[in-house]
């Protein structure tokens, strides 16, 4: 029987700040950026010509060495997703193959792999040419497209096989989903994963999320929707959460992978727990789809369901008069309904301790990697617990008053003269109003 308690016993990520565990930690901990020009294509002409990427130094091939063969047609985010869960696996104790392959489940918010642009373009330019207006010619363009397309490549467009790969490369023969709640999707893997594991159908899970928007279709999206920060002179200081002059958030992307484990398995297998899975709680805003309900309820509904799950009373304080959430991370993206909204609904859910519990934002830092993001942001929890550090919100430089909470500007806080972080709260807030919220503690 399941103990019904959840725990971390590996972490890994791929981030714009790069994927050694330490070496992002620490850069966050210092508040550098990871913004600036895009690499990729030229975007020179566009209202937003910058992103938060990982470095170009990423090589699927370095990290798994000959491995890599089988993954030799993946998408850049399943290639982010295969390296993370590397690290995480690794981290974990786990030789190569899975204990029990049954046992195993993987769950991760994954986004769709990047469209073939290039080809796309090139393809109805042929249909195009030389026709009268509205007219198409589908038999050049269908020529010019399979000569230009690789099937292997169109298959990898798909979402779920992130989660193939994964399960194919570690030996996870149980439980295997995906879910597309964008901006919430990695947090709701998370936390579904921690569920599968309570009710008894995998002693472990791997589970968190993998994304890239940094091509031409997702940026002009995102730009259409006036969504993007369009600081275009200045992209270090382009993502600005909770400050009066913010204009948006900027692309990112990466991945991010736990593994979850039974606590009594993982006992049995002599694990080093990171920490503990405590709580987890999800909604809907049930509102409008480009719009977050205008009070928060549902972000205050997901991050009390959280709580409520742990045992934690938000407005309860320690024998210090501490309150007993150390720190939330927000789900703080930089946009001007974003940040006020979700700073009411902290409020609405700790009431007069809200501004007394820290409440930052490290997409300041590593912009906003879509469905990735949850996950990576879990893991600055992890390190959160295990450092006693809470990152900063940089580029924080005129306080919003409609935020007005404790934002942690500019320079990372030193907990442990005051104990350390027990407990953190993590949120995920997606368009089309879905809202994940989850609470890591310290194990004991």
Not at 103 to 114: D, F, M, W
Not at 142 to 156: D, H, T
Not at 408 to 421: E, S
Request: with cysteine; net charge negative; hydrophobic share 40%.
């Amino acid at each position: 029987m399941p103990s019904g308690r959840v725990v971390i016993t590996g972490v890994g990520w791929v981030t714009p700040l790069g994927w050694d565990l330490d070496g992002v930690w620490n850069r966050l901990v210092r508040g550098e950026s990871a913004m600036g020009p895009l690499r990729r294509y030229d975007a020179r002409t566009w209202a937003t010509g910058f992103a938060a990427e990982v470095p170009a130094s990423f090589d699927l091939r370095e990290r798994l060495g000959e491995r890599a063969e089988r993954h030799r047609d993946v998408s850049l985010s399943t290639g982010f997703a295969l390296a993370a869960c590397d690290d995480a696996w690794r981290m974990a104790g786990f030789d190569r193959a899975a204990p029990d392959p049954d046992s195993v489940g993987v769950y991760l918010g994954a986004g769709e792999g990047p469209v073939d642009y290039d080809a796309y373009i090139g393809a109805h330019a042929a249909g195009s040419k030389g026709q009268p207006p509205g007219a198409f010619d589908v038999g050049a363009f269908a020529r010019v497209a399979r000569s230009g397309l690789r099937a292997a490549a169109e298959v990898e467009q798909e979402p779920q096989l992130t989660s193939t790969h994964l399960a194919a490369e570690f030996g996870a023969g149980g439980p295997c989903l995906n879910c597309m709640t964008a901006c919430a999707a990695s947090t709701q893997a998370v936390g579904e994963a921690v569920e599968i594991i309570r009710r008894g159908d995998a002693d472990v899970m791997i589970a968190g999320g993998a994304h890239t928007m940094i091509h031409p279709l997702g940026m002009t999206g995102f730009i259409r929707l006036t969504a993007m920060s369009t600081r275009r002179d200045d992209p270090q200081h382009a993502s600005r959460p909770f400050d009066a002059s913010r204009e948006g958030f900027v692309m990112g992307e990466g991945a991010g992978v736990v593994i979850l484990e039974d606590l009594e398995h993982a006992q049995r297998r002599g694990a080093t727990i990171l920490a503990e899975l405590a709580g987890y709680g999800s909604t809907a805003d049930a509102y409008r789809i480009t719009d977050i309900h205008p009070e928060g309820k549902g972000g205050a509904g997901a991050m009390s369901a959280a709580l409520r799950q742990a045992g934690i009373d938000p407005h309860a304080t320690d024998d210090a008069g501490r309150p007993l959430v150390h720190w939330i991370n927000a789900h703080g993206t930089g946009t001007q309904e974003n940040d006020k909204i979700e700073s009411a609904a902290v409020r609405a859910v700790f009431g007069e301790l809200a501004p007394k519990v820290p409440f930052t934002s490290v997409k300041s830092m590593l912009g906003h990697l879509i469905q990735a993001a949850g996950a990576v942001e879990l893991i600055t929890c992890v390190q959160a617990i295990r450092t006693g550090i809470i990152p900063p919100t940089i580029n924080l430089h005129n306080p919003d008053p409609a935020c007005g909470l404790d934002h942690v500007p500019g320079t990372a806080r030193d907990t442990n003269p005051h104990g350390g972080v027990s407990v953190c709260l993590s949120n995920s807030f997606g368009f089309g109003g879905q809202n994940d919220s989850v609470c890591v503690r310290r194990f004991a």
